[in-house]
């Protein structure tokens, strides 16, 4: 009997350090609406600074291909500038120079310039 009482004392005495000695609660992560909540702010943050500024330059972009016209000043992406003196469905003339004319994709026209740009150049 007194071996007895000695193993429980014993085991009452070990009782606090196995509680100690236990692995505190691991944080639980994001639930599902955390995870939906999280999603979609990505693709909001996504479309504002990627695709909706790359979709109003490319309609501008667009918008200046079909408004060339003959006697524009143009500069294209080359940095080339010069007056249009022909316009084609996928091509234009421009005229860098007197009597010089380069053939030139509309696509590769970058700015339209105000008229009397290339005197002052």
Do not use: C
């Not at 996504?46 to 408004?67: C, T």
């Not at 016209?69 to 080359?78: A, F, L, P």
Request: aromatic share 6%; no cysteine.
């Amino acid at each position: 009997m007194k071996a007895m009482k000695t193993l429980i004392a014993g085991l009452m005495a070990l009782v606090p350090a196995l509680a100690m000695a236990q692995d505190p609660a691991a944080p639980q992560g994001m639930g599902a609406m955390g995870q939906i909540i999280f999603f979609a702010g990505f693709i909001l943050i996504f479309y504002f600074l990627i695709w909706r500024p790359q979709s109003k330059r490319a309609k501008e972009h667009k918008a200046l291909m079909s408004g060339l016209n003959k006697g524009d000043e143009v500069v294209t992406s080359g940095g080339v500038a010069g007056k249009i003196t022909k316009v084609t469905d996928d091509f234009i003339v421009v005229e860098v120079a007197d009597n010089v004319e380069i053939k030139v994709q509309k696509v590769a026209v970058a700015a339209a310039l105000p008229k009397g740009t290339l005197k002052d150049i």
